[in-house]
């Protein structure tokens, strides 16, 4: 068992690092106000080559492992959840499933743009009456000759004002009282299609997120995703990577929320001494560290067992799970060790627990990780 890293994934930390701190970082406090989302970052990661990271080279990614994912979308956290959270959206489910399902053409097309930093990745699933229940999918697609006709509306959709095309789901049959759910590439240019950019959220402001209307939507046949039915199992692998890139963001914002409160202690003097020197400010700091450490090996082996092709559902659920609750409590606890100072907005520390939060909800809540994680251990 050997916990080092590779030289190619401490090269990849080094970098990722040094930039995240250098140019994502500092303005990471006036994109949480103004809501801009970071094109010009992406447009620097993309020439650094990071927007295709895990993908073959022949599609214009960088044929790196999903360790090296997790590690750059961790550091991208650390500076900034939005930049993160975009970030690992584009990679794992605007990406992914395009890599694993789509045909070769499909791939030279679509996945190309998205591995180069050209399109963003973005992954139509989640609809207002669909979300921990996605089989509840209510999107329809009806054939038209050798067409799609696609009705329906998606919500909570990261990258689409900035994805050129994305994969949805939508029933494209019923049998027997069930439905047949299909995967489906469609163009975000295409008529009828409506993106609206207008959610006011608690955290991640920075980060784009949208409502997918779409009205007579005619995509071609050519445009399916994988084999016909198949799209919520198609859908249920992607999250499964999905969740480890979650695992990750939750990882590097509570260890931006450690790196603050263990500062902040050490310089904060009370009662003629510093806060770092009460035992109860060091058994804070002793238990933040140690949910850190155990959270990102959670990460790492469920990378790993990802990258060796070996079943990693339940590993990226109990990852995804840990990391995104610890991340809270962590983000809760730095807000404690600053005392006031935590609840304004230029200490950072209230921005790490509104950003975190999502993450205990999206790609799968807790109470849905916990029923994966038990259907896994064959309860």
């Known amino acids: 068992m050997n916990f080092d890293l590779t030289q190619e994934q401490e090269m990849i930390k080094k970098t990722i690092r040094e930039f995240a701190d250098e140019v994502v970082a500092p303005g990471a406090i006036e994109r ?28 214009g990614g960088a044929g790196a492992d999903t360790t090296s994912f997790a590690i750059v979308t961790e550091e991208l956290s650390r500076a900034c959840a939005s930049t993160g959270i975009t970030y690992s959206a584009h ?5 992914a499933p395009l890599n694993l399902f789509g045909t070769e053409e499909q791939k030279e097309k679509y996945l190309v743009p998205i591995a180069t930093g050209e399109s963003f990745g ?15 999918t209510q999107t329809r697609a009806v054939e038209d000759g050798d067409d799609w006709v696609i009705n329906g509306s998606k919500v909570y959709i990261t990258n689409a004002s900035y994805a050129k095309h994305l994969a949805l789901t939508a029933i494209t049959d019923m049998k027997d009282g069930k439905k047949e759910i299909s ?9 009828g299609f409506t993106i609206i950019d207008n959610y006011e959220k608690m955290g991640l402001n920075a980060s784009n997120t949208t409502e997918l209307v779409l009205e007579n939507v005619r995509v071609p ?10 799209g919520f199992r198609q859908f249920l692998v992607t999250l499964d990577g999905g969740r480890i890139g979650i695992a990750a963001m939750a990882v590097g914002i509570a260890q931006a929320a450690f790196n603050r409160a263990l500062q902040y202690s050490k310089e904060r003097k009370q009662f003629g001494k510093s806060l770092s020197e009460f035992q109860v400010t060091q058994f804070k700091l002793a238990d933040m560290a140690m949910k850190i450490e155990l959270a990102r090996n959670m990460v790492y082996k469920a990378a790993w067992l990802k990258d060796q092709g070996r079943p990693f559902t339940k590993e990226a659920s109990m990852a995804k ?27 950072e520390v209230e921005r790490y627990l509104r950003d975190t939060k999502l993450l ?5 809540t807790s109470e849905v990780q916990r029923m994966v994680i038990a259907r896994q251990i064959g309860v």
């Open 32 to 59: 949480d106000r103004t809501k801009e989302f970071p094109i010009e970052i992406f447009r620097q990661l993309a020439d650094m080559g990071m927007m295709g990271l895990p993908f073959e080279e022949k599609y």
């Open 91 to 95: 990679i794992s489910l605007g990406g």
């Open 122 to 136: 973005a992954f139509g699933l989640t609809e207002p009456n669909a979300g921990s229940d996605a089989g509840g």
């Open 183 to 191: 995967a489906i590439i469609v163009p975000t240019d295409a008529e």
């Open 221 to 230: 046949k050519e445009n399916l995703l994988g084999k016909r039915g198949e």
């Open 321 to 347: 799970l840990y990391a995104s609750e610890i991340a809270t409590d962590i983000a809760n606890q730095a807000i404690q060790i600053h005392g006031g100072y935590g609840y304004m907005k230029e200490y």
């Open 360 to 364: 205990e909800i999206g790609e799968g």
